[in-house]
T-cell receptor, first 111, second 115 residues
Framework: GEDVEQSLFLSVREGDSSVINCTYT??????LYWYKQEPGAGLQLLTYIFSNMDMKQDQRLTVLLNKKDKHLSLRIADTQTGDSAIYFC???????????FGKGTTLSVSS | DAGVIQSPRHEVTEMGQEVTLRCKPISGHNSLFWYRQTMMRGLELLIY????????DSGMPEDRFSAKMPNASFSTLKIQPSEPRDSAVYFC?????????????FGDGTRLSIL
């Protein structure tokens, strides 16, 4: 079935780069998404990449997509303590009706 | 601009009671989604409306759950009767297109506890 997998935890020091990885099973998606969830809040759309792109850069964020390996990554440059949150990778289901989310990667940034 | 608005933010009730969660999507958005988030299962889609019509309700767990969208600016998710295993955070999201071509914007969620 459709599935999105992420590592559960990542710990980095302030100023370092963070790389959050995601693999997905469905290759028919038009877009793949990264969402950020802070404690007690909803999911905030961080960035997304069109499926025919390999890379998208948006300020400190870089998204890399390897369609052959069905692998998506999010790189945060110069990670700040305010980046501490849960990051979700999301893919569209085969019916095209909804997003399938990974379990989320908890990013912890220490100063 | 106002985002997706959900109410209540928190709900604590005893099992067997009826629970109604409310959502106001972003004005102009024509797709609305209800999700449930738990530690064990992560985020799961419950139901998806497009132009007020339910398109995919395959995620609705059982007959105790029902959702309505009487107009473009309001939706409800009802659980009757509620059970402790329904305890979760329920999110509403909306988008300006279909699920496949526009990003979804989430509300802050309703944290539901069934005792």
């Amino acid at each position: 079935g459709e599935d999105v997998e992420q590592s559960l935890f990542l710990s980095v020091r302030e100023g370092d780069s963070s790389v959050i990885n995601c693999t997905y099973t469905d290759s028919s998606s038009t877009y793949l998404y990264w969402y950020k969830q802070e404690p007690g809040a909803g999911l905030q759309l961080l960035t997304y990449i069109f499926s025919n792109m390999d890379m998208k850069q948006d300020q400190r964020l870089t998204v890399l997509l390897n369609k052959k390996d069905k692998h998506l990554s999010l790189r945060i440059a110069d990670t700040q303590t305010g980046d501490s949150a849960i990051y979700f990778c999301a893919d569209l289901n085969q019916a095209g009706t909804a997003l399938i989310f990974g379990k989320g990667t908890t990013l912890s940034v220490s100063s | 601009d106002a985002g997706v608005i959900q109410s209540p933010r928190h709900e604590v009730t005893e099992m067997g009671q009826e629970v109604t969660l409310r959502c106001k999507p972003i004005s102009g958005h024509n797709s609305l989604f209800w999700y449930r988030q738990t530690m064990m299962r992560g985020l799961e889609l419950l139901i998806y409306f497009n132009n007020n019509v339910p398109i995919d309700d395959s995620g609705m767990p059982e007959d105790r759950f029902s959702a309505k969208m009487p107009n473009a600016s309001f939706s409800t998710l009802k659980i009757q009767p509620s059970e402790p295993r329904d305890s979760a955070v329920y999110f509403c999201a909306s988008s300006s297109g279909t699920a496949s071509n526009q990003p979804q914007h989430f509300g802050d969620g309703t944290r539901l506890s069934i005792l």
